[in-house]
């Protein structure tokens, strides 16, 4: 959208921008009731068991709920409907509140002390089980709500399209969404890796997160939102706004319609890749105009796995990714266990500060048995399937020593070693880093929190970890170019690839690949298909002038003739 003037009776309330797009219609409040008191009189004995079935019937119907809601569900929605149907009949979590309720207390309150008893084990565990506690307390609030007999609590469901706003939206409340009733999501907490961010990138509508005044749009007020400059407007002329919500749709069209390979106005190609987890989300990718995939996340495999698996049953693993992409490219990423995917068999349970401590490649230079067996199983699976190009990468590379080790692993068994590029050191030595290794790939999410000193789970310092933060850009321009000057890839496999204006300025740093959830292929491409590569370099040159990732966006757009 052009620069707007703001007039002076309209309100401007600004937050971190996530997904680009315009909309223009009212406010609609997801507020989730107060919780009752924590305590209540005991229950007379013959009434427990009657009041235990009250309870293990509304558990039942949360759960059959989020299930009949996961069947038309697609992609990451549908899992997250179907993992937050899972906790509503989580056998640990029933029994807890079941024993309670057969002791004297009554089922509400049962089931909120079993919940922040669950809270608490979730947020011990570490970063990404703490990312649950908010799927844990949405179930809390569903299960209450039946036990009151009343509707369960989430996005208003209106007969007119809304722009969705709130805390910071439950996985559950956001999955399903369609994207004809819910025009854009706003939310006062979040952040740009949080869930409401992944699920609105899916949908392509507007999103803005960590909009700290959000309180102050009454329900059912219009709103204006502009999901690439962060900002939600109050007092907009309404003819003015439809108009511009109409010049926005020139944009969808073309996402809707683009078809890759990707590459610029001007022709150059660009490779785009997906980031997967397993077979089943491989599989989905090459339904995607994805080239290949870009971040196998390993780890992700066995958030479960008490102990670790043979090489012959990880080699299955591998292949069944391989298999998708029968002649296309795969970068593996060996285990990144640790800080926020805490992994049973491989994770340290105490430390002060996970982040900071034994993950990655630190976890199996611990354990280097860790690594030798994955290495064996990948290059295994790479045999079984001759015609996928295999590429390895280690996470959390700093030292390089570590990446002389991993190189040397990797080369002994035919397979091509690369390292990610997360900490600010090995930036610092890059051009050392790249002389060991075949190919780079930056994970942005974890080179943001690292130089920006930020926590890139807390809902509280959007704006540190942010990507767009001139200092991170930096050090992707330094990444890139050693790249270029040694005549070795180096992609981006980290949220920010799935930013279309942020994949512009990547690319004309000199990025070689772009990886990204699936669903960011087709805004991406789209975007590109409209900009040159001397815009492109244009906008990469502008940002690195930028003061703040404010004026960095403001510059990059202004450069590639977006805005
Ligand atoms: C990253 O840090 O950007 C990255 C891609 O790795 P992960 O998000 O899995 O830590
Ligand atoms: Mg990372």
Same mark, same amino acid.
């Given at each position: 959208?052009?620069?707007?003037?703001?007039?002076?009776? !309209?309100?401007?309330?600004?937050?971190?921008?996530?997904?680009?797009?315009?909309?223009?219609?009212?406010?609609?409040?997801?507020? /989730?009731?107060?919780?009752?008191?924590?305590?209540?009189?005991?229950?007379?004995?013959? @009434?427990? %068991?009657?009041?235990?079935?009250?309870? %293990?019937?509304?558990?039942?119907?949360?759960?059959?709920?989020?299930?009949?809601? &996961?069947?038309?569900?697609?992609?990451?929605?549908?899992?997250?409907?179907?993992?937050?149907?899972?906790?509503?009949?989580?056998?640990?979590?029933?029994?807890?509140?079941?024993?309670?309720?057969?002791?004297?207390?009554?089922?509400?309150?049962?089931?909120?002390?079993?919940?922040?008893?669950?809270?608490?084990?979730?947020? @011990?565990?570490?970063?990404?089980?703490?990312?649950?506690?908010?799927?844990? /307390?949405?179930?809390?609030?569903?299960? +209450?709500?039946?036990?009151? *007999?009343? #509707?369960?609590?989430?996005?208003?469901?209106?007969?007119?399209?809304?722009?969705?706003?709130?805390?910071?939206?439950?996985?559950?409340?956001?999955?399903?969404?369609?994207? @004809?009733?819910?025009?854009?999501?706003?939310?006062?907490?979040?952040?740009?890796?949080?869930?409401?961010?992944?699920?609105?990138?899916?949908?392509?509508?507007?999103?803005?997160?960590?909009?700290?005044?959000?309180? !102050?749009?009454?329900?059912?007020?219009?709103?204006?939102?502009? *999901?690439?400059?962060?900002?939600?407007?109050?007092?907009?002329?309404?003819?003015?706004?439809?108009?511009?919500?109409?010049?926005?749709?020139?944009?969808?069209?073309? +996402?809707?319609?683009?078809?890759?390979?990707?590459?610029?106005?001007?022709?150059?190609?660009?490779?785009?890749? #997906?980031?997967?987890?397993?077979?089943?989300?491989?599989?989905?990718?090459?339904?995607? %105009?994805? !080239?290949?995939?870009?971040?196998?996340?390993?780890?992700?495999?066995?958030?479960?796995?008490?102990?670790?698996?043979?090489?012959?049953?990880?080699?299955?693993?591998?292949?069944?990714?391989?298999?998708?992409?029968?002649?296309?490219?795969?970068?593996?990423?060996?285990?990144?266990?640790?800080?926020?995917?805490?992994?049973?068999?491989?994770?340290?349970?105490? %430390?002060?500060?996970?982040?900071?401590?034994?993950? *990655?490649?630190?976890?199996?230079?611990?354990?280097?048995?860790?690594?030798?067996?994955?290495?064996?199983?990948?290059?295994?699976?790479?045999?079984?399937?001759?015609?996928?190009?295999?590429?390895?990468?280690?996470?959390?590379?700093?030292?390089?020593?570590?990446?002389?080790?991993?190189?040397?692993?990797?080369?002994?068994?035919?397979? @091509?070693?690369?390292?990610?590029?997360?900490?600010?050191?090995?930036?610092?030595?890059?051009?050392?880093?790249?002389?060991?290794?075949?190919?780079?790939?930056?994970?942005?999410?974890?080179?943001?929190?690292?130089?920006?000193?930020?926590?890139?789970?807390?809902?509280?310092?959007?704006?540190?970890?942010?990507?767009?933060?001139?200092?991170?850009?930096?050090?992707?321009?330094?990444?890139?170019?050693?790249?270029?000057?040694?005549?070795?890839?180096?992609?981006?496999?980290?949220?920010?690839?799935?930013?279309?204006?942020?994949?512009?300025?990547?690319?004309?740093? *000199?990025?070689?690949?772009?990886?990204?959830?699936?669903?960011?292929? #087709?805004?991406?491409?789209?975007?590109?298909?409209?900009?040159?590569?001397?815009?492109?370099?244009? &906008?990469?040159?502008?940002?690195?002038?930028? /003061?703040?990732?404010?004026?960095?966006?403001?510059?990059?757009?202004?450069?590639?003739?977006?805005?």
């Amino acid at each position: 959208m052009p620069d707007r003037q703001t007039k002076e009776h !309209e309100t401007v309330i600004h937050g971190t921008p996530v997904v680009d797009g315009i909309a223009f219609a009212p406010a609609a409040w997801t507020r /989730r009731p107060p919780l009752p008191p924590e305590t209540a009189p005991e229950l007379p004995e013959d @009434k427990r %068991e009657a009041a235990v079935e009250d309870f %293990e019937a509304a558990s039942k119907k949360v759960a059959e709920g989020l299930r009949a809601r &996961a069947v038309s569900a697609e992609g990451s929605s549908k899992e997250v409907l179907e993992m937050t149907a899972g906790l509503a009949e989580d056998r640990g979590y029933l029994r807890m509140v079941k024993k309670d309720i057969m002791a004297g207390t009554p089922p509400i309150q049962a089931t909120i002390a079993a919940t922040s008893r669950f809270v608490e084990m979730f947020e @011990k565990a570490g970063a990404l089980m703490a990312e649950r506690t908010t799927d844990l /307390r949405d179930v809390r609030d569903r299960i +209450i709500a039946r036990l009151q *007999g009343v #509707s369960e609590p989430g996005v208003p469901h209106l007969p007119y399209p809304v722009v969705v706003m709130g805390d910071d939206l439950s996985p559950a409340d956001t999955a399903g969404m369609d994207p @004809k009733d819910y025009v854009a999501i706003v939310t006062e907490g979040g952040g740009p890796t949080s869930h409401t961010s992944i699920i609105a990138r899916q949908l392509g509508i507007p999103c803005i997160v960590a909009a700290r005044d959000l309180s !102050e749009v009454p329900d059912g007020a219009d709103v204006l939102v502009d *999901g690439s400059a962060g900002t939600v407007t109050m007092g907009v002329d309404p003819d003015e706004a439809r108009a511009l919500v109409q010049e926005d749709c020139a944009r969808i069209q073309r +996402i809707r319609a683009w078809k890759g390979p990707a590459k610029t106005k001007d022709g150059v190609p660009v490779q785009l890749l #997906s980031n997967i987890q397993d077979g089943a989300t491989a599989r989905l990718a090459t339904e995607s %105009e994805a !080239e290949g995939i870009g971040l196998f996340r390993t780890e992700l495999l066995f958030l479960s796995s008490a102990k670790e698996p043979s090489v012959d049953e990880q080699a299955a693993d591998y292949l069944a990714v391989f298999e998708a992409f029968p002649q296309g490219k795969v970068v593996v990423r060996t285990l990144d266990a640790g800080s926020d995917k805490p992994v049973p068999f491989a994770t340290l349970q105490e %430390e002060f500060n996970p982040a900071l401590g034994v993950r *990655g490649i630190r976890v199996t230079g611990q354990d280097p048995d860790l690594m030798l067996h994955q290495l064996d199983a990948i290059a295994q699976a790479s045999a079984e399937s001759p015609g996928t190009k295999v590429w390895v990468m280690a996470p959390m590379i700093s030292t390089l020593p570590e990446a002389e080790w991993f190189a040397g692993l990797c080369r002994e068994r035919g397979l @091509k070693p690369g390292i990610m590029i997360e900490v600010p050191a090995a930036v610092i030595l890059i051009n050392k880093f790249m002389g060991l290794v075949d190919f780079v790939s930056i994970g942005t999410n974890d080179l943001t929190q690292y130089t920006m000193a930020a926590d890139r789970m807390s809902p509280h310092l959007a704006e540190y970890t942010d990507p767009w933060q001139p200092a991170v850009l930096e050090l992707i321009a330094l990444t890139a170019a050693a790249g270029q000057s040694q005549g070795k890839p180096a992609g981006v496999c980290g949220e920010a690839a799935a930013d279309p204006t942020l994949a512009c300025v990547l690319v004309g740093m *000199g990025i070689t690949s772009l990886s990204m959830a699936t669903s960011a292929i #087709s805004s991406v491409g789209a975007t590109l298909a409209h900009v040159t590569m001397a815009q492109c370099r244009e &906008a990469a040159t502008a940002v690195r002038g930028a /003061r703040d990732s404010k004026e960095a966006r403001a510059v990059a757009r202004a450069a590639l003739g977006l805005s």
